[in-house]
């Protein structure tokens, strides 16, 4: 067989194969194109095997093995062009032809393939079917000019605006709008039978059906079909790869086809301006990308849409006093970051507010009602959480104890944070208890409540001294907890520990901590608060007090934007 090209082939044949069943090898050549290999190999035995049987090296008999293998594949490739060309003839016969004139100032065009037909055909609006928006039902898909495209965006994201290709060009003068509306005509409906599930790769001729509908009933019928399509030379892929559904390592072999798509529409449409379902039953013909302007009947939506962000704001706070006020109304998830928008407006119902949300707290919700349970809470931790300053003191104690009774302050630590910053001196005692009883990270919230009080016993500002030398001895160093109580140090006078100690602070730290205790050394970024805020080096963004040193090409520095809190 080594004498042989074909031998050669069969041997490179059966060692991949035999790498690829195990995934530990198969992985690497999977990467790498292995199947692919591995096909090209079978190529080159098949037509070695027909050449060195000509020339006699090998008994003249073999060649049948070629024969009978290409023979068998290009019998298969004409039936699958025949099988392609009945059903194709077929269904350009009984599909539909143009059913109804469509006309925009009649007619709302529902589908569920809203978006790509605006996208390509000629028509203002189409409407996508949406159970997610109520009380509309509908998504309503605009092509706009590009002039259009900066509307104002609304607390709920219902205004949405996107770019748009047309075949494989992006589009520079137009944008898709896409905005929940009821349709407000008579409504023509595409319902989808069936589906051609183009990611199984069937070997036979898939098949989808569009219904026309009108007023509910069935007016027209178009039937779409398309195949995975045998190349005119065998490209062949044989070996082992990963499947996703179940996850599992298989092995096998398929000729990569192609998917194509078969001629459905009827012999009497005109297929340069005609293509689809919609397009062909409509009468919506494509349009052409380079002369794109606009339709004029979007105009008085789009001027329309410029005040929703306004109605969204009143409609939400509409829902959040009825919730304050001892309501259950079916709330959006982003209710709360609305109406967080606009603290002025939230603090005339801060007590309402503080009071619901405690009561929530021991309200068990049913397993129908857990997730409105869960909007409502947290649209109410949020809408406290942003509270003008003034209103938030007026709540902070009620809250406090709500927080010391057991509930978990990880869930909402945003809130828990605002807490910590209104509650004041008040709290001391139970921040020096929880500080002295806990150990490692869960030292770090009480730590930075202590700063923004401003007062500690010695006892407390002892073992602050004590665990800040402490953490800069280990093998790694834990810089939030260390900075936590750098900051702390500072605010209740302690200066000389950390400037005396500079150097042995800097142990296992991060490279840009040395420059960071220098800025707060030096009072950079002091606020009225404390130092940085009294906060960490490195907070998570999300958190309602901030860090006012943000490091910016190597170098801390105060944003222009004063985001962080700046009162105790």
């Given at each position: 067989?080594?004498?042989?090209v ?9 060692i ?5 069943v195990?995934?530990v ?34 008994p ?5 093995i ?5 023979g ?18 077929a ?13 925009a ?5 529902v589908?569920?393939a ?8 000629a028509?203002?609006?189409a ?7 109520q009380?509309?039902?509908h ?62 790769h ?9 219904q ?18 045998l ?14 559904n179940p ?9 990569m ?19 689809g ?16 302007r ?17 109605r ?12 304050a ?30 009071n ?10 049913t ?6 349970y ?46 910590q910053?209104?509650s ?20 770090l ?8 009080i ?11 001294k ?7 001895d ?33 142990n ?19 606020t ?23 490091l ?7 944003p ?5 809190m700046?009162?105790?």
């Amino acid at each position: 067989m080594l004498k042989t090209v074909s031998g050669i082939a069969l041997i490179a044949i059966a060692i991949l194969l035999a790498l690829q069943v195990f995934p530990v090898t198969g992985v690497f050549l999977m990467i790498f194109g292995g199947p692919v290999w591995t096909g090209m190999l079978v190529h080159i035995f098949l037509l070695a095997l027909a050449i060195e049987g000509g020339l006699r090296r090998i008994p003249r008999a073999f060649i049948a093995i070629p024969l009978i293998a290409y023979g068998s594949y290009y019998v298969l490739y004409a039936y699958q062009t025949i099988d392609m060309a009945h059903v194709s003839a077929a269904l350009r016969m009984s599909n539909s032809a143009k059913v109804i004139d469509f006309r925009a100032d009649e007619y709302s065009l529902v589908t569920p393939a809203a978006q790509t037909l605006v996208s390509t055909h000629a028509i203002a609006v189409a409407y996508e079917p949406n159970a997610n928006f109520q009380p509309e039902q509908h998504v309503a898909v605009r092509l706009i000019h590009r002039d259009q495209c900066k509307l104002p965006k609304d607390g709920l994201l219902r205004i949405q605006t996107s770019g748009v290709s047309f075949g494989n060009t992006s589009l520079d003068n137009a944008c898709l709008l896409r905005f929940p509306e009821a349709p407000p005509e008579r409504i023509v409906a595409i319902v989808k039978l069936g589906d051609e599930e183009i990611w199984k790769h069937k070997r036979g001729i898939s098949t989808a059906t569009s219904q026309l509908k009108l007023d509910g009933k069935v007016v027209g019928s178009f039937t779409t079909a398309s195949v995975w399509r045998l190349p005119v030379l065998p490209g062949l892929a044989v070996g082992c790869g990963l499947i996703s559904n179940p996850a599992a390592w298989k092995c096998g072999a398929d000729f990569m086809r192609s998917h194509t798509v078969l001629d459905t529409v009827p012999d009497s449409i005109d297929r340069e301006r005609f293509d689809g379902p919609e397009s062909v039953m409509l009468g919506l013909p494509k349009y052409t990308a380079a002369g794109f302007r606009g339709y004029p009947e979007n105009d008085a939506t789009v001027a329309w849409l410029a005040g929703e962000p306004q109605r969204v704001e009143d409609r939400m706070f509409a829902l959040m006093q009825d919730l304050a006020e001892g309501g259950y109304p079916k709330v959006p998830m982003r209710m709360g970051y609305t109406v967080a928008q606009n603290p002025a407006r939230l603090a005339p119902l801060a007590e309402a507010m503080a009071n619901r949300f405690i009561e929530l707290s021991n309200v068990k919700p049913t397993h129908d009602d857990a997730q409105e349970y869960t909007f409502r809470y947290e649209s109410l931790a949020r809408a406290l959480t942003a509270l003008p300053d003034g209103a938030f003191a007026k709540v902070a104690a009620p809250l406090f104890a709500y927080f010391l009774e057991g509930m978990s302050r990880n869930q909402f630590p945003t809130l828990y944070a605002r807490i910590q910053a209104a509650s004041g001196a008040q709290t001391l005692d139970f921040y020096e208890a929880d500080y002295m009883a806990t150990r490692g990270y869960r030292r770090l919230m009480p730590v930075l409540a202590i700063c923004r009080i401003g007062h500690a016993s010695p006892a407390v500002i002892a073992e602050m001294k004590t665990q800040l030398l402490r953490l800069s001895d280990g093998p790694s160093s834990d810089d939030d907890s260390k900075t936590a109580l750098i900051v702390t140090l500072l605010k209740l006078g302690e200066a000389p520990v950390v400037q005396d100690n500079k150097s042995h602070l800097a142990n296992n730290s991060q490279p840009n901590f040395a420059n960071w205790l220098d800025a707060v050394l030096a009072g950079k970024g002091t606020t009225a608060v404390g130092p940085n805020n009294c906060m960490t080096k490195d907070w998570n963004g999300r958190r309602a007090t901030k860090p006012s040193l943000v490091l910016t090409e190597g170098v801390w520095i105060v944003p222009r934007t004063s985001y962080f809190m700046t009162t105790p």
